[in-house]
């Protein structure tokens, strides 16, 4: 297993900064998460670049990695803790803070900034701390990808964004930068998530940037040493070596600097233990080495996230187009019109996910940052003023958009057509909506048209006797005429003859 | 030989000539909108035909392993319709897709008011859209239009490098030669431009900027005239690299310039016999 473990400096209270990475160096960590603060690199004290130069020759010396928090308590305000966020009126200050850490970071080499959002102050409504947060981040994004150092947007219980579902909506409200990442703490989706420890990994695997572990308890957010709370870490591991998750996997334990060198040590010491106990399935990457494409392990059919299919594009080329026109879409839904045919152009169509080829995942993206009451009628407008790709698009993109059934005229248009690109993308996980009539004959204009089967979701499922008839009529055509069913349509009509007992 | 036929009406045409066509060593066609013999009655005509010719028909095309792109306007004669006006609204839609490739057709029929309108909007958005030009000469009143035609595309302001002044034959090359713009030529069996004329037509104009099409459409034409006048190229002691560039690189460079040429594949000397339907529905 290749996890990198490491360990945040806020745990190490009582310690001298150098202090602390001596000992942690010691005990065999990969890397520090540096919690920037008044008696740890103060990046209002004077000396800071001298500092800063020099704590990247000592980290360089020890062999550790680092990535830099700003969650510090007091740094900004002596009297209100974490105070001012990006929410409160005073957020400028915060903000001034966290390019301070960008810049630190990009000196240090680190691998990551991470933030949160902080508590919404009582006397900021919803709508404005969210515009505020919004508009932070995004110019905090902005001077990070200068930067070259991504954001590592952490949801934290109680706070704003508490969630992984609260960072997918901010992310998209940025237009789901590149630099936007994601700090994804390990207790806290044992908190509150609602999914499994070890499939929020999976779900989050694209847009890790920076991973914190400790054990906590369902709906208590409280940092416990391992062993104390209610998480199986193996599998966690194993989720995170199987996302081919390369950065830091830091111990998150800031209430026990009391006992900092023992708790590091017992941490790792049960960290390797439990990256061991996974070891079974390790082997098995070993036999399949490189890095899996995110999404690859999901089940036939199903249509990656958008977040997925974004992080899949990140290797493309584009010179930046993406990134700029999901920022425009975000705050203009109405440019997709001009931006949305322009996609192949700018991407290109080599294939980045199974299945999915840039232009295809570009304009999905494009239509998942669509406000949910623009979807729908947005959807409509490109399918019906689309070339055949971009009809492709809308009709392969339609499970991730927020349309319900209402879309479904585009499939009985697709299918109308005798463009087998079409045809075999209404059939995806969509035509669910279809009726039953609609789709048995969809499903037979796949054999006359001479598309594979395969395209047909849930076609195992949903093939029933009536079907059965239909393509029995055909075979019964072809044979008349001296020719066969497709093998994919002989095969089905004789599983469905014996299970059905035609 | 590969052929590139810059000009041709492929709505109108069968599958036996795309057959035929791809025997012959076409590879890829750039179909622009015009007419269709009979007048349209209301934009949303256009729609559905501009519709076919960006989605049906590249795939009808692909079936028989040839590229088919296509040029985009309200063409000159249906300018002058009144129920036609609104289509120069819906064009600047279709100068975003991937396989338009220019505006056109445009440039006069009979040289109305209505026409220049048409004409100077659409020049613009050639230059707004960042696209060649393809320009229609008429086919009465023809020596005045194409002068005409020239006065109006100086105006506007467009590179003459991205312009093709089309359908000239031996009375209106002159006055094209010399503008910087293309000279697009049409071989049809008894008007316009035969195989033999055109060779010597390249004998004295030279193969530079000069672009041979066969403009097949519902009227009488042959969309195998490209070959044709390739072979009375060769015979006529042109060589084969000759051949290349007029009925190959030539409109590779002229519609090359829009950035949206995808010829991947095509221009490789492949035989796409056996295939064609797999490259069609990938």
């Known amino acids: 297993m290749n996890l990198r473990f490491g360990y945040g400096t806020n745990g190490f209270a009582n310690h001298r900064l150098s202090d602390a990475l001596a000992v942690l160096a010691d ?25 800063v130069s020099g704590l990247a020759t000592r980290l360089m010396e020890l062999g550790l990695s680092v990535v830099v928090e700003t969650g510090a308590r007091y740094l900004l305000d002596p009297r209100r803790k974490h105070a001012p966020t990006l929410l409160h009126d005073e957020r400028e200050v915060r903000l001034d803070f966290l390019l301070r850490a960008v810049s630190i970071a990009s000196d240090l080499g680190a691998e990551a900034v991470s933030c949160w959002s902080g508590v919404r102050p009582p006397a900021v409504d919803a709508q404005l701390a969210w515009d505020r947060l919004v508009d932070g981040c995004a110019r905090l994004t902005e001077a990070a990808s200068k930067a070259g150092v991504p954001v590592g947007f952490e949801p934290e219980p109680g706070m704003f964004v508490q969630d992984l579902s609260g960072w997918r909506t901010l992310h998209r409200a940025l237009g789901m930068p590149r ?4 700090t994804l703490d390990l207790g806290h989706c044992r908190c509150l998530e609602p999914e499994p420890v070890a499939d929020c990994v999976v779900a989050a695997a694209p847009w890790l940037v920076n991973v914190q572990i400790e054990d906590m308890r369902r709906g208590v957010h409280e940092h416990l040493e391992f062993g104390e709370g209610e998480i199986d870490f193996p599998p966690v591991l194993r989720a995170l070596a199987d996302a081919g998750y390369r950065g830091l996997v830091g111990v998150e334990l800031p209430r026990h600097s009391h006992a900092a060198p023992d708790v590091a040590r017992r941490s790792l010491t049960f960290l390797r233990a439990a990256a061991g106990q996974s070891g079974t399935a390790t082997d098995r990457s070993a036999a399949a080495p490189g890095m899996r494409a995110p999404g690859q392990r999901r089940p036939a ?4 996230a958008p977040e997925v299919l974004r992080a899949a594009l990140a290797g493309v080329d584009d010179g930046g187009w993406l990134d700029e026109a999901l920022r425009r879409v975000a705050a ?3 440019v997709i019109s001009r931006l949305f045919p322009a996609a192949a152009r700018r991407c290109g169509r080599a294939e980045v996910l199974p299945g999915w080829t840039a232009d295809e995942a570009a304009r999905a993206v494009l239509l998942a940052m669509l406000p949910a009451e623009r979807a729908a009628v947005q959807a409509r407008a490109l399918y019906r003023h689309g070339d055949a790709a971009e009809k492709r698009a809308v009709l392969r993109a339609l499970p991730l958009l927020p349309v319900g059934a209402s879309a ?22 969509y035509a669910a909506h279809l009726d039953a009539a609609a789709w048995r004959q969809a499903v037979v204009k796949c054999v006359f048209m001479g598309i594979a089967l395969s395209c047909v979701d849930d076609l195992d499922h949903r093939a029933d006797s009536e079907l059965a008839a239909m393509l029995a009529g055909v075979a019964d055509e072809r044979h008349a005429a001296g020719r066969e069913l497709p093998a994919d349509a002989a095969a089905l009509l004789a599983r469905l003859k014996a299970e059905k007992g035609i | 030989m590969r052929i590139f036929d810059p000009h041709v009406h492929m709505t109108s045409r069968t599958t036996d000539d795309y057959e035929a066509m791809a025997a012959a060593g076409v590879r890829a066609v750039v179909e622009p909108a015009f007419w269709l013999g009979q007048p349209r009655t209301s934009p949303g005509s256009f729609a559905d ?11 009808r095309a692909g079936q028989f392993g040839i590229r088919h792109h296509a040029t985009i306007a309200l063409n000159p004669k249906e300018a002058n319709d009144p129920r036609c006006r609104e289509v120069l609204e819906l064009v600047p839609r279709y100068l975003d897709k991937d396989a338009v490739v220019a505006v056109g057709e445009i440039g006069y029929d009979s040289m109305t008011p209505l026409e220049d309108i048409a004409f100077a909007a659409q020049l613009a958005l050639a230059v707004e859209f960042d696209l060649p030009a393809l320009v229609h000469t008429p086919h009465r009143d023809k020596v005045r239009g194409t002068q005409r035609s020239l006065d109006v595309v100086k105006e506007s302001g467009i590179d003459p490098g991205r312009v093709v002044i089309d359908h000239l034959n031996e009375v209106t090359v002159e006055l094209v ?5 293309w000279l697009g030529f049409s071989i049809y069996p008894d008007t316009k431009m035969s195989p033999p004329r055109m060779v010597e037509l390249l004998r004295r104009h030279g193969t530079e900027r000069m672009l041979v099409n066969s403009a097949a459409d519902w009227g009488r034409s042959d969309p195998l005239l490209t070959r044709r006048t390739g072979e009375a190229m060769l015979a006529a002691g042109f060589g084969a690299d000759d051949v290349d560039r007029v009925l190959w690189r030539n409109p590779v460079e002229f519609y090359g310039q829009s950035g949206r040429l995808d010829l991947s594949d095509a221009d490789s000397p492949a035989d796409f016999a056996g295939n064609s339907i797999k490259r069609g529905g990938a």
């Open chain 1, 27 to 51: 005990l065999g960590y990969d890397g520090v998460a540096l919690t920037l603060d008044h008696h740890h690199l103060d990046p209002y004290a004077p000396g800071l670049a001298r500092r």
């Open chain 1, 179 to 182: 630099a936007f990442g994601l």
């Open chain 1, 301 to 304: 059919g199903a249509v990656p």
């Open chain 1, 332 to 334: 203009d839904p109405s």
């Open chain 1, 408 to 429: 479904v005229e585009l499939l009985h248009d697709a299918i109308r057509t005798n463009d087998t690109r079409l045809v075999a993308a209404a059939l995806g996980p």
């Open chain 2, 49 to 59: 035909y501009f519709d076919a010719l960006i989605g049906w028909e590249p795939f």
């Open chain 2, 177 to 181: 030669r010399d503008t910087g713009c």
